[in-house]
Structures are given as structure tokens and as C-alpha cells.
T-cell receptor
């Protein structure tokens, strides 16, 4: 069974304190790994897609990287507005010709001013 | 551009009642899906559709029905609500192409409580 595990479950940072979130996965035939940001009371908002090991994507203070077993979301000098839950999703399993994504449980990030 | 619109935003039902959660997208996306999000669990796929007239089951389909008569709309029906269906429901869509390569666009959810 495909598994996606995110760690830590919760992370508290001071403004400017860089850190990383982890998404480890055990799937066969990875087709894509997605990072989303979810604010309270809102739906997930797409951040990045990574397709192959070694790939990196950046957006403002966020940088996502991918290996064969895990992905990291690096947050450099975070600001309070980066506070949110970050979700990881893996697309690998094929069912009836379509693909069903598997989501992790998320990492809740709070950045204190 | 409204994106994915879900209605209602909040709903309280009694056990055994039925209702329909509405989802509409204005991006001409072929792929649409319904998820539920429960505390301590990841998003779980209920049903999905790869185009008008085509639907299929996800991980947790029991107790839910869907139909897709148009590209824009993908309603989710609860025929006889149960307390276990208390959750936050999200609708999502993605663009034409290989499902696995396209990110999903989510609505802001329907918060459903069943008493």
C-alpha cells in the first residue's frame, strides 16, 4: 500500500529561523509529488510539482527538493504570513486508467514575529 | 476568475437526512474530484470524474453518490446522512491532460456536521 508520511506534525519557528519540512513516500512508479499550502478555513493551494529525483523548485522563501524516497520543503527566513499547513501529495497508483493521489497528513507551521 | 466554487460553506444535518453538496468550476477542467478531510488524517478521495458522463470511486465512496452531466458541475450527494460523515468536504479540478501531471485546484470546502 502506498504511504505518504509528513514530519514533523507541527513546527513553531521564530521569524527568520529557517527550517525544513519532510515528506517521505513509499510508492512504486512515482508520477509526481505535489506540495500544497492550506490556510485555516480554506482549500489547499498548489505550490510545486516535482517529477524526478534531483529536481528542485523555488518560490519566494520556499524551495522544494526531491529524492527517490522523500521530498523536503525548505523555508528560508520565514515570515508570519508563511504560517499555514503544508500538504504533500503523491501521484503513483493507477486505477482503471486514472491516477488517485495520496495525501500526507500535513505539517502545521506557525511562525512567530 | 472564480476557480472552484463550493456551496454551501456550512451545513448541519440530522441523521438520515439527504443533501447535495454543490461544486462548480469555470476553468473548463475535465478532471474533478471530491475529498473529505478529517482531523489527523490526510485528504481522502471519495469520487472523481475524468469528464462529463464519466465517474469513478475513490478510496472512501460508501454513502456518497456523484454524477457529472456537464463539464462545469460535479455535485456530491449524501442519500442518508450518518454521524461518521461529519467532515470538511473539498472539491477539486485539474486541467485536461495526464491526470498525474496536473496540480489540482481546490474550492474552500463545505463544513458538514451530522447530528
Amino acid at each position: 500500500e502506498d504511504q505518504v508520511t509528513q514530519s514533523p506534525e507541527a513546527l513553531r519557528l521564530q521569524e527568520g529561523e529557517s527550517s525544513s519540512l519532510n515528506c517521505s513516500y513509499t510508492v512504486s512508479g512515482l508520477r509526481g509529488l505535489f506540495w500544497y499550502r492550506q490556510d485555516p478555513g480554506k482549500g489547499p493551494e498548489f505550490l510545486f510539482t516535482l517529477y524526478s529525483a534531483g529536481e528542485e523548485k523555488e518560490k519566494e522563501r520556499l524551495k522544494a527538493t526531491l529524492t527517490k524516497k522523500e521530498s523536503f520543503l525548505h523555508i528560508t527566513a520565514p515570515k508570519p504570513e508563511d504560517s499555514a499547513t503544508y500538504l504533500c501529495a503523491v501521484q503513483a497508483r493507477e486505477t482503471g486508467g486514472s491516477y488517485i493521489p495520496t495525501f500526507g497528513r500535513g505539517t502545521s507551521l506557525i511562525v512567530h514575529p | 476568475n472564480a476557480g472552484v466554487t463550493q456551496t454551501p460553506k456550512f451545513q448541519v444535518l440530522k441523521t438520515g437526512q439527504s443533501m447535495t453538496l454543490q461544486c462548480a468550476q469555470d476553468m473548463n477542467h475535465e478532471y474533478m474530484s471530491w475529498y473529505r478531510q478529517d482531523p489527523g488524517m490526510g485528504l481522502r478521495l471519495i469520487h472523481y470524474s475524468v469528464g462529463a458522463g464519466i465517474t469513478d470511486q475513490g478510496e472512501v465512496p460508501n454513502g456518497y453518490n456523484v454524477s457529472r452531466s456537464t463539464t462545469e458541475d460535479f455535485p456530491l450527494r449524501l442519500l442518508s446522512a450518518a454521524p461518521s460523515q461529519t467532515s470538511v468536504y473539498f472539491c477539486a479540478s485539474s486541467s485536461t491532460g495526464v491526470w498525474s501531471n496536473q496540480p489540482q485546484h481546490f474550492g474552500d470546502g463545505t463544513r458538514l456536521s451530522i447530528l
